[in-house]
């Protein structure tokens, strides 16, 4: 995958919907989303499942070591990263 020079931002699932349905080259795109949503009973892997944007997508959260999380990724060949190491990716 490669990263272009846009970094978008997005607060709730409804923003990023609208620009998503927008966007061209969607399959040139790495998209990090947190699992809690933080609204409804949608989550993060529920979003990245029904886009169908799996392969490009990277599940960010704190519930990193929960059994049920990790299976559920693995199942739809999301990649899983833990809130706390975040930090360590360098977004250029």
Do not use: M
């Not at 997005?10 to 990023?16: A, Q, R």
């Not at 349905?21 to 949608?42: M, P, Q």
């Not at 799996?54 to 299976?71: E, K, N, R």
């Amino acid at each position: 995958l490669a990263l272009g020079r846009e970094l978008e931002a997005f607060s709730c699932p409804e923003n990023f919907l609208s620009w998503y349905v927008n966007i061209e080259n969607k399959t040139k795109r790495l998209f990090l989303i947190d699992y809690d949503l933080g609204s409804g009973k949608r989550n993060g892997l529920d979003l990245i499942k029904d886009l169908n944007i799996s392969i490009q997508s990277v599940l960010v959260t704190g519930h990193f070591d929960d059994p049920a999380i990790q299976s559920r990724c693995a199942d739809i060949g999301c990649k899983l990263l833990s809130k706390d190491q975040i930090s360590l990716i360098a977004i250029i």
